[in-house]
T-cell receptor, first 115, second 111 residues
Framework: NAGVMQNPRHLVRRRGQEARLRCSPM?????VYWYRQLPEEGLKFMVY????????ESGMPKERFSAEFPKEGPSILRIQQVVRGDSAAYFC?????????????FGPGTRLTVL | DQQVKQNSPSLSVQEGRISILNCDYT??????FLWYKKYPAEGPTFLIS?????DKNEDGRFTVFLNKSAKHLSLHIVPSQPGDSAVYFC??????????FGDGTTLTVKP
C-alpha cells in the first residue's frame, strides 16, 4: 500500500509565476489536509478537503491560494503570483477519519523556492 | 496566538538515558493529542497519541503523559537511542480534522 505521494518534491518558481502542488492520498483515504512549514517553525494548517468539498479553509491565505480535491485525481494546492514569502515546505496528509483518533499520514512534502 | 507550544527548541541526551519532551497548550477544548517525529527532507511520522480522557498511553519505549489541569503533555523515550535523533512535534486536535502543531523540539541522542 503506497503512502501519501506528493509531487514535485522540489519546485522553483520566479516571483509572479504559478505553483501547483499535487497530493495523492493513501488508498482508501478520502480526507486530505495541507500544511505549510516555514523555516524553524512548526506545521501550520492550511486547508482540509474531502472529495469535491472544502471542509475547513481557515488556514488558507485569502488571496492567491486555492485548493481542490476532485472526484478523480490528486488534490491540488495552487498558488498564484508567488512571492518570496511563499517559499516553504508544503505537506499533505490523508486519513480515513472514521473517528477522532484516526491518524493522519503525511507525504514527503514539496519544497517550494521562490526566486 | 500560538495554541500549542514546545518551549525547548532542542534537547540533548546520552544514549540509554531518558528523553523527556514537553508541550503546553492553551485551548482546553482540545480533545486529542499526538506526537510526530520528523527527519530532514521527510514528512512527519506519527509516533503516539492520547485522548483527553486518559492521562497516560504507552507504546514500547514511548510513553505520553497528559495533565489536563496544567494543559501540559510530555513524551518520554526510554531508553533513548541514536536513531531517535530527529525533530519531535506535538499536535492537538479540537475536533476530527485539522491538527495544530507546536514548533518542534530537536532531539539529539549522543552515543
Amino acid at each position: 500500500n503506497a503512502g501519501v505521494m506528493q509531487n514535485p518534491r522540489h519546485l522553483v518558481r520566479r516571483r509572479g509565476q504559478e505553483a501547483r502542488l499535487r497530493c495523492s492520498p493513501m488508498k482508501g483515504h478520502s480526507h486530505v489536509y495541507w500544511y505549510r512549514q516555514l523555516p524553524e517553525e512548526g506545521l501550520k494548517f492550511m486547508v482540509y478537503l474531502q472529495k469535491e468539498n472544502i471542509i475547513d479553509e481557515s488556514g488558507m491565505p485569502k488571496e492567491r491560494f486555492s485548493a481542490e480535491f476532485p472526484k478523480e485525481g490528486p488534490s491540488i494546492l495552487r498558488i498564484q503570483q508567488v512571492v518570496r514569502g511563499d517559499s516553504a515546505a508544503y505537506f499533505c496528509a490523508s486519513s480515513t477519519l472514521l473517528d477522532q483518533g484516526d491518524e493522519q499520514f503525511f507525504g514527503p512534502g514539496t519544497r517550494l523556492t521562490v526566486l | 496566538d500560538q495554541q500549542v507550544k514546545q518551549n525547548s527548541p532542542s534537547l540533548s541526551v546520552q544514549e540509554g538515558r531518558i528523553s523527556i519532551l514537553n508541550c503546553d497548550y492553551t485551548n482546553s477544548m482540545f480533545d486529542y493529542f499526538l506526537w510526530y517525529k520528523k527527519y530532514p527532507a521527510e514528512g512527519p511520522t506519527f509516533l503516539i497519541s492520547i485522548s483527553s480522557i486518559k492521562d497516560k498511553n504507552e507504546d514500547g519505549r514511548f510513553t505520553v503523559f497528559l495533565n489536563k489541569s496544567a494543559k501540559h503533555l510530555s513524551l518520554h523515550i526510554v531508553p533513548s537511542q541514536p536513531g531517535d535523533s530527529a525533530v519531535y512535534f506535538c499536535a492537538a486536535r479540537l475536533n476530527a480534522g485539522k491538527s495544530t502543531f507546536g514548533d518542534g523540539t530537536t532531539l539529539t541522542v549522543k552515543p
